[in-house]
C-alpha cells in the first residue's frame, strides 16, 4: 500500500539515498530513512520524509527505527571497495550487528516484508581464481568460503534472515548485489568503488594534463557492473516476491578492470598511459553474475548498457570534482 511506512536502514547511503527518490516518485507517503552519518553528510535528503540520525548497531536505535514500519529495507552497513574491505575486516564485521538488531526489531514491530542487501562476496574464493569466470550460481556460495570479513559478514546475515523467517515468521528477502555503481555515491576518500574510482583518476589526468593512470592489480581482473537503476527495480522485484533464499542481483556483463578503463577514456577523450599497482588491494580474479534464476523466476534483466551508465556516473563526478574546486 502506497501509505504503508517503509523504512529504509542506510538512506543517507548510495543505493539507500536512491531508493528513496524511487519510492518518492512511484507514490509512496510515509517514508522513514535511517543513517548513522549527520544528515549534512547524506548523499540525499529529500522534503516530506523523516529522516533520523541513528546508529544501528545499538539495539534501542532499531527499535526506534522500526516503530510502526511494515517494510524495511535493510541497506546499512560499514562498507567500501576493496581497498577498505581489505583492511576494515573487522569493522565490516560489526555490520552482523545492524542486521541482528534490526530483525529482533522486526518481530515485535510486525514488520511485513524485510529486505537484506547480501553481497557476490559472499561466493566461495575457489570458484573466482581464473579471470575467465564461470558466472556464479547461487548455490556456489557453499560449502563457504567466502570473503574475508565483510563476505563472512554478508553470509552470516543472510542465514540469520532464513531463520528469522523460518522460526518467527518474519517475512525476509535477501539479493546478492555485484558492483552497483552510479550517480549520488561515493567516489573519493578511500571506500569508492572501481568505476567510481576509475572515473575520478580519469577526470583528474583529464584536467591536470598528466595523462597517467594508476590501476589497482594487474588490469587483468574481471567483474560485471549494475547500474543504480537497474538494482533498484530488482531490488524490489525481489522483496516482492516469494524467493525465499538469497538470489543473484547483478549484471552479466563481465569486462576486465582494463576494459573498465577503456571505456572511461573514451567518455573522456583521452588515453592514458597506464601503470599497475600489483601491491594494491584487487578482490578476486574474477566475478560475474549467472543470472538463470532471477531471469526465470522474476523476468528480471539489467537494461542499462555499461557504457551508458558509465557516462552518467562520470559526468555526476566530474561536476562534483569541479563544485569541490570551486
Ligand atoms: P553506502 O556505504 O553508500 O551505504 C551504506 C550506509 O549505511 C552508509 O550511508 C552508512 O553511513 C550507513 N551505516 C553504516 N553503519 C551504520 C550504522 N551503524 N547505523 C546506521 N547506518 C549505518 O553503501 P551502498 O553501496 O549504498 O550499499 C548498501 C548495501 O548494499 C550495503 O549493505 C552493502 O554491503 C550492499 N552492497 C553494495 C554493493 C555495491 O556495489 N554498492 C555491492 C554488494 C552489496
Given at each position: 500500500?502506497?501509505?504503508?511506512?517503509?523504512?529504509?536502514?542506510?538512506?543517507?547511503?548510495?543505493i539507500g539515498g536512491h531508493l528513496i527518490a524511487d519510492l518518492k516518485r512511484q507514490g509512496h507517503t510515509d517514508l522513514r530513512s535511517v543513517d548513522i552519518k549527520p544528515l549534512s553528510e547524506w548523499y540525499q535528503v529529500f522534503p516530506g520524509v523523516e529522516n533520523l540520525v541513528l546508529d544501528l548497531q545499538r539495539r534501542e536505535a532499531?527499535?526506534?527505527?522500526?516503530?510502526?514500519?511494515?517494510?524495511?529495507?535493510?541497506?546499512?552497513?560499514?562498507?567500501?571497495?576493496?581497498?577498505?574491505?581489505?583492511?576494515?575486516?573487522?569493522?565490516?564485521?560489526?555490520?552482523?550487528?545492524?542486521?541482528?538488531?534490526?530483525?529482533?526489531?522486526?518481530?515485535?514491530?510486525?514488520?511485513?516484508?524485510?529486505?537484506?542487501?547480501?553481497?557476490?562476496?559472499?561466493?566461495?574464493?575457489?570458484?573466482?581464481?581464473?579471470?575467465?569466470?564461470?558466472?556464479?550460481?547461487?548455490?556456489?556460495?557453499?560449502?563457504?568460503?567466502?570473503?574475508?570479513?565483510?563476505?563472512?559478514?554478508?553470509?552470516?546475515?543472510?542465514?540469520?534472515?532464513?531463520?528469522?523467517?523460518?522460526?518467527?515468521?518474519?517475512?525476509?528477502?535477501?539479493?546478492?548485489?555485484?558492483?552497483?555503481?552510479?550517480?549520488?555515491?561515493?567516489?573519493?576518500?578511500?571506500?569508492?568503488?572501481?568505476?567510481?574510482?576509475?572515473?575520478?583518476?580519469?577526470?583528474?589526468?583529464?584536467?591536470?594534463?598528466?595523462?597517467?593512470?594508476?590501476?589497482?592489480?594487474?588490469?587483468?581482473?574481471?567483474?560485471?557492473?549494475?547500474?543504480?537503476?537497474?538494482?533498484?527495480?530488482?531490488?524490489?522485484?525481489?522483496?516482492?516476491?516469494?524467493?525465499?533464499?538469497?538470489?543473484?542481483?547483478?549484471?552479466?556483463?563481465?569486462?576486465?578492470?582494463?576494459?573498465?578503463?577503456?571505456?572511461?577514456?573514451?567518455?573522456?577523450?583521452?588515453?592514458?598511459?597506464?601503470?599497475?599497482?600489483?601491491?594494491?588491494?584487487?578482490?578476486?580474479?574474477?566475478?560475474?553474475?549467472?543470472?538463470?534464476?532471477?531471469?526465470?523466476?522474476?523476468?528480471?534483466?539489467?537494461?542499462?548498457?555499461?557504457?551508458?551508465?558509465?557516462?552518467?556516473?562520470?559526468r555526476w563526478i566530474y561536476d562534483e570534482m569541479q563544485h569541490k574546486k570551486a
Amino acid at each position: 500500500m502506497k501509505s504503508d511506512k517503509i523504512v529504509v536502514c542506510g538512506g543517507g547511503g548510495f543505493i539507500g539515498g536512491h531508493l528513496i527518490a524511487d519510492l518518492k516518485r512511484q507514490g509512496h507517503t510515509d517514508l522513514r530513512s535511517v543513517d548513522i552519518k549527520p544528515l549534512s553528510e547524506w548523499y540525499q535528503v529529500f522534503p516530506g520524509v523523516e529522516n533520523l540520525v541513528l546508529d544501528l548497531q545499538r539495539r534501542e536505535a532499531c527499535e526506534q527505527a522500526l516503530k510502526d514500519a511494515r517494510v524495511v529495507y535493510n541497506l546499512a552497513a560499514d562498507m567500501g571497495g576493496m581497498g577498505f574491505i581489505e583492511n576494515n575486516r573487522a569493522l565490516c564485521m560489526l555490520s552482523v550487528l545492524i542486521n541482528t538488531h534490526l530483525l529482533m526489531a522486526a518481530r515485535p514491530a510486525g514488520v511485513q516484508r524485510y529486505f537484506y542487501a547480501s553481497s557476490a562476496c559472499v561466493y566461495n574464493a575457489d570458484k573466482q581464481r581464473d579471470p575467465n569466470v564461470t558466472a556464479l550460481k547461487e548455490a556456489d556460495a557453499y560449502p563457504a568460503m567466502p570473503e574475508d570479513g565483510y563476505g563472512w559478514e554478508k553470509l552470516f546475515s543472510e542465514r540469520m534472515c532464513r531463520h528469522f523467517r523460518e522460526d518467527f515468521g518474519v517475512l525476509t528477502r535477501s539479493a546478492r548485489y555485484h558492483n552497483v555503481y552510479g550517480p549520488e555515491g561515493t567516489w573519493e576518500g578511500g571506500r569508492e568503488k572501481a568505476p567510481a574510482a576509475i572515473c575520478r583518476k580519469v577526470i583528474q589526468a583529464k584536467v591536470s594534463g598528466q595523462h597517467q593512470i594508476e590501476i589497482w592489480g594487474d588490469g587483468q581482473q574481471t567483474r560485471s557492473f549494475m547500474y543504480i537503476d537497474d538494482c533498484l527495480h530488482g531490488t524490489q522485484a525481489i522483496l516482492a516476491s516469494d524467493i525465499l533464499e538469497p538470489i543473484n542481483l547483478g549484471s552479466s556483463e563481465l569486462v576486465s578492470i582494463n576494459q573498465l578503463v577503456d571505456i572511461v577514456e573514451g567518455i573522456a577523450g583521452i588515453k592514458l598511459k597506464r601503470s599497475y599497482n600489483l601491491k594494491a588491494p584487487k578482490g578476486v580474479n574474477g566475478r560475474n553474475s549467472d543470472n538463470t534464476l532471477i531471469k526465470k523466476l522474476l523476468g528480471w534483466e539489467p537494461n542499462v548498457r555499461l557504457r551508458d551508465g558509465l557516462e552518467k556516473t562520470y559526468r555526476w563526478i566530474y561536476d562534483e570534482m569541479q563544485h569541490k574546486k570551486a
